[in-house]
Structure formats: structure tokens, C-alpha cells
């Protein structure tokens, strides 16, 4: 599998950054985006630059209902609207049924279940903010692709577990206090709303890594 993030707070290069994340999978049989950012035509043009046909995206997931996150998806379904998409159950009536208008098909995620061969979603999680993580498995163990990490870091680390071992997570780490549950990681990808990056470097120096829009990854 390879991974890119194509939006984030960072980005280098010719890449444009912006509060939000955005991360592009290729599993060999299906390629999948989880999350679009917040504006759409920056997402489409970073595509543009890292030669990613939006057109070519299977699968979108969308981990939680914040703007930051869902504010690409119209500009992504004017491009392509040949996709499955994945989103928590909790997302609004009128969002869901705004975005089953223009999509293959929308797909409500209560609990952990398979996407498809080799990933994973942990299902939705938390109380106040509902929001699922991706799972990725890379033959040699899993990635967690995460989008600001609400329900916190043991929940979705718990959830992601029971498809087996954990070696990485990437994405938004918030302002999570848990960092002793990312010991023994061998990726520690921190961005977009992550608050502590100094304090998971310090305590982590040989996974830890700062991701940001053009950052890829063979996994």
C-alpha cells in the first residue's frame, strides 16, 4: 500500500496548505480518499499536482462531520461521483441524503467492519463527536489513519487493535494526553490539529513524524 496526504495545515513544494486533512490510499485493487479538507478546489488542485486523477477514487471515507474535513466532498462529487462512501451514522439526515444523491453508493458505519481487502474502518466512536478511523493492513501491521481523534487515542486504538497488531498511526492527534499508548509504534505520523507534536517527538524520537501535504509513505 501507499499513502499521501494531499491536504494538511503543512504542505511543501508546490503544494498549498489549509486547516484540514486529507489522505490518499492505494491498496494495489482500490484507491481511496479519507476526508477532503475543508475547501474543495485547493484538495482537487494538490491532486492535480501529485498526479491524482479524482476520477480515480473507489472509495471516500469521511471520519467525522466537521467542515475541516467534509468541506471538499462537493467539489470532489462534481469531479467524480462514480465512488462508495463511507461515513459515521451520526452525520446529519440532510448531509447523508444530499450525498447518496451524487455517489454510487453512501454506506452508514455503526460498527467496525471491512472496506475492503486490507481495510478497515474502527467504526464510529465517542459520545459528543462521533468519528471512525481507518484501518490499514500493511502485511506486517496495521496503520491507523486517523482525522482529529476525538473519541481518543485508547478508544480507536482498542477498535483498530481487534483486526490485530497496531504499528502506526497518521493524522490529527488533537490535543490527546495518551501518548504512553503510542509506545512501541514505528510511525508515529502527527498533523493538522495535533497540539503536542514537541511533546510525541520528545517521547517517541525514532517514530515520530511530521507529516504535511505531499508526505507519502509505502507502507
Known sequence: M??????????????QSSWGFSCFIETGAKKILFDTGWDGHLLLRNMDKLSISSESIDIL????????????????????QDMDIYVPSAFSANLRND??????????????????KGVYTTGQLGREIKEQS??????????????????????????????????????????SQEYDLLSGMQVIGAGHCTVHK??????????????????????
Open 2 to 15: 501507499k499513502l499521501t496526504v494531499v491536504y494538511d495545515n503543512e504542505a511543501k513544494g508546490d503544494l
Open 61 to 80: 471515507v469521511l471520519s467525522h462531520q466537521h467542515w475541516d474535513h467534509i468541506g471538499g466532498v462537493p467539489a470532489l462529487l462534481d469531479a467524480n
Open 99 to 116: 450525498i447518496s444523491s451524487r455517489c454510487r453508493s453512501l454506506n452508514e458505519i455503526k460498527g467496525p467492519q471491512q472496506i475492503c
Open 134 to 175: 481507518l484501518v490499514l493492513d500493511s502485511g506486517k501491521g496495521l496503520y491507523v489513519i486517523v482525522g482529529c481523534s476525538h473519541p481518543g487515542l485508547a478508544a480507536i486504538l482498542d477498535a483498530a487493535s481487534a483486526f490485530g497488531d497496531v504499528i502506526g498511526i497518521i493524522g490529527g492527534l488533537h490535543d
Open 198 to 219: 514537541a511533546n510525541i517527538r520528545e517521547m517517541y524520537p525514532d517514530a515520530f513524524v511530521e507529516i504535511f501535504a505531499g508526505y507519502s509513505r509505502e507502507i
